[in-house]
């Protein structure tokens, strides 16, 4: 079974610091995504990588940043928290090799909060 | 912009009920999945229709894809309190595209 991890359940941060949240994939895909899920609004994609090093901007990336230096991992990184980040955070994966590219696999989720 | 328009956005029901989820765009998706996520989890993938008119049964649940490929139902028989979940549809927009477009789901309680 592919099994996506990631690093915190719940976390609390204050305005102004910098956080970093870790997804982690066993799978080998290709495929990784960071989405955010707010009542009313749904899963919104923040970014997406296909490889290693590389990513693209999803529908709300402003005021997030990734980093993708392995294949298994794909990271999050908030420069200055802000308020109106607290959100529940979602990680996926997905292969166009091994599956189809249009499955994901979610991790169990980071709720955030941004005191 | 594709958008995905899930309704009713929320049902609550008694054990034993069938009920019926409806997810619908008026853009043509290439594929159409259906997600179930508890609270607290990240969503679970149940199901990827692709042709139109596809339906496809994993044991209570029915779904079927539009013929025009722009349209979704989910329908559960007999509903038990471990339907209770957060129903997601999601569209691929291309052949093989790796981006969905997510619907803003339907929160559905059974009570026993």
């Known amino acids: 079974d592919v099994k996506v991890t990631q690093s915190s359940r719940y976390l609390v941060k204050r305005t102004g610091e910098k956080v970093f949240l870790e997804c982690v994939q066993d799978m080998d895909h290709e495929n990784m995504f960071w989405y955010r899920q707010d009542p009313g609004l749904g899963l919104r994609l923040i970014y997406f990588?296909?490889?290693?090093?590389?990513?693209e901007k999803g529908d709300i990336p402003e005021g997030y940043s990734v980093s993708r230096e392995k294949k298994e991992r794909f990271s999050l990184i908030l420069e200055s928290a802000s308020t109106n980040q607290t959100s529940m955070y979602l990680c996926?994966?997905?292969?166009?090799?091994?599956?189809?590219?249009?499955?994901?696999?979610f991790g169990p989720g980071t709720r955030l909060t941004v005191l | 912009t594709q958008l995905l328009e899930q309704s009713p956005q929320f049902l609550s029901i008694q054990e034993g009920e069938n009920l019926t989820v409806y997810c619908n765009s008026s853009s043509v998706f290439s594929s159409l999945q259906w997600y179930r996520q508890e609270p607290g989890e990240g969503p679970v993938l149940l199901v990827t229709?692709?042709?139109?008119?596809e339906v496809k049964k994993l044991k209570r649940l029915t779904f079927q894809f539009g013929d025009a490929r722009k349209d979704s139902s989910l329908h559960i028989t007999a509903a038990q309190p471990g339907d209770t979940g957060l129903y997601l549809c999601a569209g691929a927009t291309q052949g093989g595209s790796e981006k969905l477009v997510f619907g803003k789901g339907t929160k559905l309680t059974v009570n026993p």
């Open positions: 996926a994966s997905s292969s166009p090799v091994f599956l189809r590219a249009d499955e994901q696999f």
């Open positions: 990588s296909y490889d290693v090093k590389m990513k």
């Open positions: 229709v692709v042709t139109g008119g």
